[in-house]
């Protein structure tokens, strides 16, 4: 991005883009520094509210995740081949700019952003806990609201100040709170804004945490980070492993240091007392952020489990996850079905549908118990792994965790995981609308549900040749294709529960629509090549994707940004189309 391209100052002004560092090395944390004059009067008062620099990133340069986040142009690559129409050549120049962006640590950092009440909740509980503010961070919040206002931008969260009114400034559990105040805020182009967590509810008080989330040794909380740390690394590998492009020597190494975060990502114990909490078990998961958020989520630990699998199937990656903890994911992935066959997101249902009478919110719904949802139980039971252990990747085998994990030990619960998955299937075609779609309650949002959803039942065979089930998907999503051959859903549909076109076609929804028809086997290919060229259509010269439209939600009605998706979901569907339809037939 050119300097006169970047978005403008705000009504405080703007800081020096250049001197900020992102340290994103501590098991997925992200935090920003900023490099201040050493004649500046704050510095101290700086270092000694939000902790010292102990990788030293501010004596460093600017890494590559950083400058992108910030707007900053990059290091231009020698060399970079125009893939020209080639959906395999694009596949591959968008993970060789992808990898570039990834952090030290093996994850992808990035923006979790999108609810604006969160801003306004966080400097409130800033404000009323006399809790300094740095100067940068009025600076860019005042600019980041400023920007997104011009922009017309969409959304709302909250933050709570719990443990101050209860136990003080000087209380330990507060200090904590404080220490964990940079994890929440996400430096950008725009500014700075405050990210999002995915939580149980709307109202998953600070107390709440601070009551369940204690380590074994000590008792001090856990403060949730900010993000979609797992849920993007597990996406992006499992893309790796199925378009193959984790096979190629030059990316080895990223598949490798992938895996290592996501070793050291799971949860291996129950929190101390999870039980007088009324905490589900947390042995064997995979959270949504990082593993110091402490919940166990069935979608991620789901996705965290296969991507495990996926990438030590791999030529040349080691395997670090061993037998054992694979076993206890799936232990607790099979505690975690409802009476209906559904998976909800971080426990069971517990509770009648009844209370939603006194759901006090006037924005958020079904927020007063967990519900079932067609993505979730799709990630426990269906979402595609194209690699059974042991065997070569091929194009057509669609399995899930569980399966994969049956097939390399089939003698563990066998009969347990055959009547999940079962039960799982049928949930599955009980959720589906009559128009042949399924509501999506964690993205935008029919398209989004229906990927997981088909998948799901190609788990049984069912394709479009054979299953009236699929066919009405797949019709569905045809409907919905765009006159330049991709597709493009506004937020509006999470909000109206129904489809909504976008004013234009994204790359993320045309993604997922070429995913779902491949997963059917749509006997045309041309609406899969027409989604493709689009998508390749959009790709920058330096392999990466600009952001559109947002492409989250969460309660219906609040966005949220998934900044990771652009380039995994897009890496992954033209690397898939390649290896289904072949290299022929792909000129215009």
């Known amino acids: ?247 190629e020597p030059e990316n080895v190494k990223s598949a490798t240091h992938v895996l290592e975060w996501l070793d050291e990502c799971q949860i291996r114990e129950d929190p101390k007392w999870y039980k007088e909490a009324y905490r589900h078990s947390t042995k064997g998961a995979w959270p949504f952020s990082t593993k110091e958020q402490g919940y166990t989520v069935s979608d991620c630990t789901a996705e965290g489990l296969k991507a495990v699998m996926m990438l030590q199937s791999l030529p040349d990656v080691p395997e670090l996850v061993s037998k054992e903890r694979m076993c206890d994911s799936i232990d607790l992935l099979l505690t975690m079905q409802n009476s209906s066959g559904g998976f909800a997101s971080y426990e069971l249902i517990r509770g009648p549908a009844f209370l939603e009478l006194l759901n006090p919110a006037e924005v958020f719904g079904n927020i007063m118990i967990e519900y079932a949802y067609p993505e979730c139980t799709t990630a426990c039971e269906a979402l595609p792994v194209l690699r059974t252990l042991g065997c070569e990747l091929t194009s057509s ?27 799982a299937i049928n949930y599955i075609r009980k959720a589906q609308r009559p128009d042949g779609s399924w509501y999506g309650s964690w993205g935008v949002c029919f398209t989004y549900a229906t990927m997981f959803a088909v998948e799901s039942l190609s788990l049984e065979g069912e394709t479009y040749e054979n299953s009236a089930s699929v066919q009405k998907a797949c019709d569905f999503i045809l409907e919905k294709q765009m006159e330049d051959g991709g597709w493009g859903e506004s937020f509006k549909s999470c909000e109206n529960h129904v489809y909504v076109h976008n004013l234009k076609s994204q790359v993320v929804n045309t993604s997922w629509a070429v995913l779902t028809l491949l997963q059917a086997k749509y ?66």
């Open 397 to 423: 085998a669609g399995v899930t965790a569980m399966s994969v994990f049956k097939k390399k030990y089939p003698d563990y619960r066998s009969e347990d995981i055959a009547r999940v998955s079962k039960a």
């Open 1 to 247: 991005m050119s300097p006169s391209a970047r978005p403008p100052a705000g009504p405080l002004g703007a800081t020096d883009p250049t001197r900020w560092r992102l340290d994103s090395q501590d098991g997925g944390r992200h935090v920003w520094h900023y490099i201040r004059d050493e004649d500046s009067q704050d510095a101290t008062a700086y270092e000694k509210l939000w902790g010292d620099d102990p990788r030293q990133v501010k004596k460093g340069e600017q890494t590559m995740e950083a400058k992108h986040a910030l707007g900053l142009p990059l290091p231009v690559v020698s060399g970079l081949s125009d893939p020209a129409g080639d959906p395999w050549k694009a596949a591959k120049k968008g993970f060789e700019f992808y990898k570039r962006l990834q952090s030290p640590d093996g994850h992808w950092s990035g923006e979790y952003g999108g609810p604006l009440f969160l801003q306004g909740g966080l400097f409130i509980a800033l404000y009323v806990t006399k809790t300094p503010i740095p100067e940068e961070w009025k600076i860019e919040t005042a600019r980041y609201l400023a920007n997104i206002q011009r922009r017309g931008g969409e959304s709302d969260d909250g933050w709570g100040i719990c443990r101050w009114m209860v136990e003080g400034p000087d209380s330990e559990a507060f200090k904590q709170h404080v220490a964990h105040v940079r994890d929440f805020m996400w430096m950008s182009k725009d500014g700075m804004m405050a990210c999002g967590k995915r939580s149980r509810s709307r109202f998953d008080f600070d107390l709440s945490e601070y009551l369940v989330s204690f380590s074994q040794e000590q008792m001090v909380p856990s403060i949730l980070p900010r993000g979609s740390q797992l849920w993007d690394a597990a996406f992006i590998s499992q893309a790796l492993a199925e378009t193959g492009l984790g096979r």
């Open 523 to 588: 006997p045309d290919p041309e609406p899969v090549r027409r989604g493709c060229k689009l998508i390749m259509s959009r790709q920058l010269r330096d392999g990466s994707w600009a952001q559109e439209s947002i492409e989250g939600v969460f309660n219906h009605a609040v966005a949220i940004s998934y900044w990771n998706f652009k380039h995994s979901w897009t890496i992954w569907a033209l690397g898939k189309a390649s290896r289904v339809l072949g290299k022929e037939g792909w000129s215009a």
